[in-house]
């Protein structure tokens, strides 16, 4: 009988087995969007259930299945939720997600595991990489908008992505959290953070700027970005339609989902018939070599992201082979005898 052994892993033992290393999450970032270039990944655009209705929503589940090929031959499937509750309420996150990676050949899921880090790790990585091919050379000063969960791990991103950063502007509206979590890095991160709730003056001063808001309206005016500056929005409903406008490159990481989210301005300036595919360059083509990203210095460049299942899975693979190596995890059957075969 073939076994239906499952391995489940809880958010402390995706902690054991190097969640938290960075570098390892970038690698497996990079590796899912050059296999995802070379056609090796099956990825579908997120279905999203909002509850009670799509604009008045208070919580949403969304569904976000995905298969890598090549030489990794795993399937899977991310079950991402948020409630707006959850941030007025100590104890519990405001994002909770899970993973499932299942055998594409015998389809039996083998593991189990906590996904609410790994969506806030392969976020932040996702801009990293972004801004390790689109950054002005040499950048020195950012600004990251958002002082949450993100804007943490924003920062472990560029701390290796952009190592000649001297200086970081986190911005938040509560500025007790940027100073919390600027206080948090000391002595870890190249560049020093300076907390503000200004973020206009502080991204008119930066070559390089990352939103990671839940800003519910556009904010990011053209005038906030300085001519040879990259900016990056990895939420929705950050930027005015005109600072993807003006961008003498605009860059998303793909392009059939990106255009199914109504939040994101690359969608809404699709659905009004100002941007085609053949305008923007996945973040696929830049890993692969396929395009150089930034042309010159004095190019106004824009990217934005929505993310993949598939880096969910990839990364959620990755943890696993750790954890079966250190020998962490709980085992649990899904059967001792399948009923009916």
């Known amino acids: 009988m073939i076994p239906s052994e499952i391995l489940f892993l809880k958010q402390e033992d995706v902690i054991k087995a190097g969640l938290l290393d960075m570098k390892q999450i970038l690698s497996a970032c990079e590796k899912t969007y050059e296999l995802l270039g070379k056609n090796e990944i099956i990825n579908h655009p997120k279905v999203s ?12 589940f969304n569904s976000m299945p995905a298969y890598i090929g090549g030489d990794v031959k795993v399937g899977g499937i991310k079950w991402a939720s948020e409630s707006k509750q959850n941030a007025l309420t100590p104890g519990i996150p405001y994002g909770i997600d899970i993973t499932i990676l299942s055998d594409p050949d015998t389809v039996l899921p083998f593991c189990i595991l906590d996904g609410t880090l790994i969506t806030a790790m392969r976020t932040s990585a996702v801009s990293g990489l972004f801004a390790k091919y689109t950054a002005p050379k040499n950048a020195k000063v950012a600004t990251l ?7 943490r791990t924003a920062i472990m991103s560029v701390n290796e992505t952009v190592p000649t950063l001297e200086t970081i502007y986190l911005c938040d509206l509560d500025l007790s959290k940027a100073e919390a979590l600027a206080k948090e890095f000391e002595g870890s991160c190249k560049a020093k953070i300076i907390p503000s709730t200004d973020s206009k003056s502080c991204a008119q001063k930066s070559e390089l700027i990352i939103t990671q808001t839940t800003a519910s309206k556009p904010f990011i005016q053209p005038d906030w970005i300085l001519r040879g500056a990259t900016c990056i929005q990895m939420a929705s409903n950050e930027v005015e339609l005109d600072v993807v406008r003006q961008a003498d490159q605009v860059f998303v990481d793909y392009w059939k989902q990106i255009i199914t989210n109504p939040g994101k301005a690359v969608a809404q300036l699709h659905s009004a018939g100002e941007l085609e595919e053949s305008d923007v360059v996945e973040l696929a083509q830049l890993v692969l070599g396929n395009h150089p990203g930034r042309k010159s210095a004095d190019e106004t460049l824009y990217c934005s992201s929505m993310g993949l299942g598939a880096l969910d899975i990839m990364i959620g693979y990755t943890i696993y082979q750790n954890a079966k190596k250190m020998g962490i995890g709980t085992k649990l059957a899904l059967w001792d005898s399948p009923l009916w075969e």
């Open 49 to 60: 259930t909002r509850i009670p209705d799509p604009v008045n929503w208070t919580s949403f």
């Open 145 to 151: 908008i958002g002082a949450g969960v993100i804007g």
